[in-house]
């Protein structure tokens, strides 16, 4: 039941403690354009721009070709944001005497949380036509978000690898489950 390096998230930074993982997961948010696609884009705004821009400044409206500019700025700002974000990583291991969830920032800050498995349940809102909108493991009076970078039907699958791995947990593990 182990799930290791879902989504590119890379290696799990949980300390080797010689306890079988019964599940274990690495998660990052999604970005569908590639850095190569982003100087593709960014390139045929500045090309669209820039000659818009010129065609204004030859009728003599030069005011306007410094505003095609300042579009062309803002939209490279709000991209490299877009890509910085991408920076952020959720981590996720079960065994059979500890749930840890560690969740790190685009900016590095990482929060750990450390519950106990057999005080530990599921939260989730779900919607019909829309799927999971809210997914949280709750210990005591303790709770976490998780998934938060997937969406809706991701996080369903999500609680439902959780919840097996939780139920596999609560029965008991043994070593013939690895």
Not at 116 to 122: G, K, L, V
Request: proline share 5%; aromatic share 12%.
């Amino acid at each position: 039941m182990t799930k290791a390096n879902d989504m590119g998230a890379g290696p799990l930074p949980f300390p080797e403690d010689g306890e079988p993982t019964v599940y274990a997961t690495a998660m990052a948010p999604h970005r569908s354009l590639s850095a190569r696609g982003f100087l593709i884009v960014m390139a045929a705004i500045a090309a669209v721009s820039f000659l818009s821009g010129f065609y204004f400044l030859s009728l003599g409206a030069w005011p306007i070709f410094g505003f095609f500019g300042l579009d062309v700025a803002l939209l490279y700002f709000a991209f490299r944001a877009n890509f910085k974000a991408a920076a952020a990583r959720e981590f996720i291991r079960i065994t059979p005497s500890l749930v840890q969830v560690r969740q790190v920032s685009a900016r590095g800050e990482a929060r750990e949380a450390r519950m106990n498995p057999f005080f530990t349940r599921i939260k989730r809102r779900d919607m019909e036509e829309i799927g999971t909108l809210d997914l949280a493991l709750v210990s005591r009076d303790r709770q976490v978000a998780v998934g938060i970078h997937l969406g809706p039907w991701q996080k369903a699958e999500l609680a439902d690898e959780l919840g097996a791995a939780l139920g596999t947990v609560k029965k008991g593990v043994t070593r013939t489950h690895f």
